[in-house]
Nanobody, 125 residues
């Protein structure tokens, strides 16, 4: 069973930064694509960013492009989401997810097999 654990969430003022981490307990981590998703109260889940197993493909939602950066460290079995210039509308529960289709990362949640429990990000003054 693949387990994913998010960390790094918290409360930050508008314009601030946070870095989310997703630690994955999977021997073959390097074969999985990893995605970040978020869900705000009363809103649908949104794909935020994703990265292929080989680091060569990265995608971002239009709402975060230019402000968020995804990266991964296969030796540490961890994926990071650096979030800069945060806005109140970025407030949500952020989840990471793993897909067996390592070379075809996607922002569609249905294409992911395993999910973490989520980390809360609140952007407020």
């Amino acid at each position: 069973q693949v387990q994913l654990v998010e960390s790094g969430g918290g409360l930050v003022q508008p314009g601030g930064s946070l870095r989310l981490s997703c630690a994955v307990s999977e021997f073959a981590f390097e074969h999985y694509a990893i995605g970040w998703f978020r869900q705000a109260p009363e809103k649908e889940r949104e794909g935020v960013s994703c990265i292929s197993s080989r680091h060569d493909k990265k995608f971002y939602a239009d709402s975060v492009r230019g402000r968020f950066t995804i990266s991964r460290d296969n030796a540490q079995k961890t994926v990071f989401l650096q979030m800069n210039s945060l806005k109140p509308e970025d407030t949500a529960l952020y989840y990471c997810a793993a897909s067996r289709y390592g070379n075809d990362p996607s922002l569609v949640g249905d294409e992911y097999d395993y999910w973490g429990q989520g980390a809360q990000v609140t952007v407020s003054s």
